[in-house]
Every structure is written in structure tokens, then in C-alpha cells.
């Protein structure tokens, strides 16, 4: 089983910067791939980023394309979420989520453990 835990969250301005991590306990995290969503208030979840397990392969939501970077680094157990030119619209409870193999997906439903999340909010 894998624990997650998120960190970096805050309130920002429109047009500044964030760097979310996500740090997973347990030795096996290179085997697994892993995403960040994101879910506003009452709406539903959706993908934001994904990554393969070693990283050599990386996915985006349209919308963060160009402005977040997702990475990891196995060796110390993290997932991070690069968010720069933040929006207003970013603004929403991330989640980061571990996937039992080590290709990535874009589907929510396709990942088995999850973070408690962290607030990212962006003000105009």
C-alpha cells in the first residue's frame, strides 16, 4: 500500500507561481506511474498531469499545457507539480494519485491510492 501526502498549496496572485509536492511512503514508488487532478467546488474532478513511472513519459490536461510541468524523483519518493502563469480558473483542491503500473493514464478511475489534497488558490 501506498501513502501520499500533498504539500505546497496556498493562495498566489493571477500570473504567479507554485510548486505542489507529493511524498509517498513505502520502497516501491519507481513502480508506480502517477497523476495530479485537481477539483473545484462543485465540480467534478478532472486530469491535470500524469507521468510515467521513470518519468521518460509525460501527459497535460489542454488547459495547463505550457504552464505546469509535473516530474518526479524516485529517489526521494516525490511527485511535483510545477505551476506557473496560475489563473484564477486554476484555483481548486489538487490531489496527487499512484497507479499499480508503470504506464500513466489520464483516467481518474484508473489509479488505487490518493492523497488527501492540497487548496491551490489564485486570485485575480
Known amino acids: 500500500q501506498v501513502q501520499l501526502v500533498e504539500s505546497g498549496g496556498g493562495l498566489v496572485q493571477a500570473g504567479g507561481s507554485l510548486r505542489l509536492s507529493c511524498t509517498a511512503s513505502?520502497?516501491?514508488?519507481?513502480?508506480?506511474?502517477m497523476g495530479w487532478f485537481s477539483q473545484a467546488p462543485g465540480k467534478e474532478r478532472k486530469f491535470v498531469a500524469a507521468i510515467s513511472w521513470g518519468g521518460g513519459s509525460t501527459y497535460y490536461a489542454d488547459s495547463v499545457k505550457g504552464r505546469f510541468t509535473i516530474s518526479r524523483d524516485n529517489a526521494k519518493n516525490t511527485l511535483y507539480l510545477q505551476m506557473n502563469s496560475l489563473k484564477p480558473e486554476d484555483t481548486a483542491v489538487y490531489y496527487c494519485a499512484a497507479r499499480r503500473s508503470l504506464y500513466a493514464t489520464v483516467t481518474g478511475d484508473n489509479y488505487d491510492y490518493w492523497g488527501q489534497g492540497t487548496q491551490v488558490t489564485v486570485s485575480s
Open positions: 513505502g520502497r516501491t514508488f519507481g513502480n508506480y506511474a
